[in-house]
T-cell receptor, first 116, second 113 residues
């Protein structure tokens, strides 16, 4: 069964360093997302991406964050200069095109980011 | 503004019990609602998705219902097993935007052998 894959599973970084989290969405999906979950808190929407551009972003997704689909398969989240409060589990998700879409999002296993 | 609340926050039951987890949402103009399972430190596994036109959806021992008018969804787990121990999350989209999900904090379920 097709699945969303994320790398790395865990990354430890120093405050101020740049981090890139990678995702390979399900191959025929057209919508891509990043969500995050700070330990003990709710999962939060960060950004959605469609047709090679951001379709929506939350207040959390400030200038320190960026997303990119550099080729036909990868979808990346970059944090330019990490802060302690960026420590969280980051989830990538994808969903099919609207016409075939039940609205179901398919999530990866997550990338745990620890900022020291 | 969509807000999602789940009760109870935690539940501990003996093996074999049938149980109900509750999810409420404030904006009833939703496209669908999804239930997920999360094991400690792990990813989000989709369990069931109910479309706004449906009243319930079943998968194995799981049954999810949706009542848009009252802003509620329930997840029913029949004959619970220790392997069902996990956190169960519900997520509702922001109004007609079916791609931006608002999440509850989850119900942490422990099924004791």
């Amino acid at each position: 069964e097709p699945e969303v894959t994320q790398t790395p599973s865990h990354q430890v970084t120093q405050m101020g360093q740049e981090v890139i989290l990678r995702c390979v969405p399900i191959s025929n999906h057209l919508y891509f997302y990043w969500y995050r979950q700070i330990l003990g808190q709710k999962v939060e929407f960060l950004v959605s991406f469609y047709n090679n551009e951001i379709s929506e972003k939350s207040e959390i997704f400030d200038d320190q964050f960026s997303v990119e689909r550099p080729d036909g398969s990868n979808f990346t989240l970059k944090i330019r200069s990490t802060k302690l409060e960026d420590s969280a589990m980051y989830f990538c998700a994808s969903s099919p095109n609207v016409a075939a879409n039940t609205g179901e999002l398919f999530f990866g296993e997550g990338s745990r980011l620890t900022v020291l | 503004k969509q807000e999602v609340t789940q009760i109870p926050a935690a539940l501990s039951v003996p093996e074999g019990e049938n149980l109900v987890l509750n999810c409420s949402f404030t904006d009833s103009a939703i496209y669908n609602l999804q239930w997920f399972r999360q094991d400690p430190g792990k990813g989000l596994t989709s369990l069931l998705l109910i479309q706004s036109s449906q009243r319930e959806q079943t998968s194995g021992r799981l049954n999810a219902s949706l009542d848009k008018s009252s802003g509620r969804s329930t997840l029913y787990i029949a004959a619970s097993q220790p392997g069902d121990s996990a956190t169960y999350l519900c997520a509702a989209p922001v109004g007609g935007n079916n791609r931006k999900l608002i999440w509850g904090l989850g119900t942490s379920l422990a099924v004791n052998p």
